[in-house]
């Protein structure tokens, strides 16, 4: 399995690649790197990127040629350990650490990852966000431990950054199959409203505003106020809010919204983001499924990953960086997804078609096998 190498055109869906790569033991050719702009190759952050897959693995062998358009990526074995990174401020840590997310559980010691840089951005996935969803998604799973968290230790906003997180990870070679297929009704709202080198008032302005929205459809709603101050603030000014609804058996759907980084595009006022991102939670809830639209491919690795069983997930609209993973998924593990849509029934008035994933396990150790 290990012999064969896959080759890919261009830079979109960089991470993907690469994280599959790894984790399959494939070595993987990407040509074409942004070779007809002004300013060919990799850019910093993808740079930065490689170089933490570097940190995390053993024996990886990756060649760049000169002018960055084509990159050979030979997998080594994922060791883990403790590592510290310093994230490209062009990119937030989230970005980073989605990749990490899939790639820990399969290590050979657990992982203590220190990753420096910007926390919340407009374009990533903030910290609070895979905190809030995407850690008790893989808790679903069966990945828990000691320790299993994503803690902010200082607060960067984008471009600046300045901040730092601590994401520990234990190891778990077999992960259990699911069946999630019935998200149930939503039981309560929770959410972080944070702001850093500004008023601590715009914290509390963002809260009221999401409230006057969200109040209208249940009480259960409570949503926290961090104000980082001193060496903890990171280098620039920011504000913003992260919600996640629960349901009733246990799925979690979020949401979120920081402001215009400073000194790019206009200013975003506390109540318009406030309740912009009570809308973006309530699409999120009328999208429907048991994951939500930003932790749908960490859902596909797991189930993909999971034991030779069948494992059924039911997810919203598939958003187009899910349909190209699971082509990804066929390309490196040769595994399909049986799709079933299901067509909203007349009371969910314009509810999106949901779609039910079912799939049967290819087990990480069996694929840990054919690489040795």
Do not use: W
């Not at 760049?64 to 358009?69: M, P, S």
């Not at 951005?121 to 905190?131: A, C, E, F, M, S």
């Not at 300045?162 to 297929?181: A, D, N, W």
């Not at 190209?324 to 999106?352: A, N, S, W």
Request: hydrophobic fraction near 35%; proline fraction near 5%.
């Amino acid at each position: 399995m290990a012999s064969q190498g896959l080759s890919y055109d261009g830079c979109n869906f960089f991470r993907q690649r690469l994280v599959l790569a790894t984790l399959s033991g494939k070595r993987v050719k990407i040509k074409g790197v942004r070779s007809r702009e002004d300013n060919p190759g990799l850019r910093d952050f993808e740079a930065s990127f490689i170089r933490l897959l570097d940190k995390v693995t053993n024996g990886s062998r990756i060649e760049i040629n000169q002018t960055g358009t084509v990159l050979f990526y030979q997998p080594g074995l994922l060791y883990g350990g403790s590592v510290e990174h310093d994230c490209n401020p062009q990119r937030s840590i989230g970005y980073y650490l989605e990749a990490l997310l899939m790639l820990a559980p399969f290590m050979k010691t657990s992982l203590k990852a220190t990753l420096r840089g910007v926390t919340n951005d407009p374009t990533d996935p903030t910290v609070d966000l895979l905190k809030s969803a995407a850690i008790p998604l893989m808790k679903q799973f069966g990945i828990d431990g000691e320790g299993f968290d994503i803690k902010v230790v200082k607060r960067g906003m984008a471009p600046g950054g300045g901040g730092e997180v601590v994401f520990k990870c234990p190891v778990r070679r077999s992960i259990k199959p699911v069946q999630l297929t019935e998200p149930g009704k939503i039981k309560r709202i929770r959410g972080v409203a944070y702001s850093v080198r500004v008023s601590p008032q715009m914290a509390n302005r963002i809260v009221d505003s999401a409230r006057s929205v969200l109040n209208q459809f249940l009480p259960d709603i409570y949503i926290y106020t961090d104000h980082m101050k001193g060496a903890n603030s990171g280098k620039s000014p920011g504000f913003g809010l992260t919600l996640v609804a629960e349901t009733l058996n246990g799925c979690f759907l979020s949401a979120e919204m920081s402001s215009t980084p400073q000194g790019q595009g206009d200013p975003v006022l506390p109540e318009d983001l406030g309740r912009n991102c009570a809308k973006l939670l309530l699409e999120e809830v009328h999208r429907g499924g048991c994951v939500d639209s930003s932790n749908q491919s960490l859902a596909l690795l797991l189930m993909t990953l999971g034991q030779q069983d069948v494992s059924k997930v039911l997810l919203g609209p598939l958003s187009p960086y899910t349909i190209e993973f699971l082509r990804h998924i066929r390309d490196f593990f040769q595994i399909m997804f049986k799709i079933e849509v299901q067509k909203p029934l007349e009371d969910e008035r314009k509810g999106g078609d949901k779609v039910l994933m079912t799939c049967l396990g290819v087990g990480y150790s069996n694929i840990n096998k054919s690489i040795k």
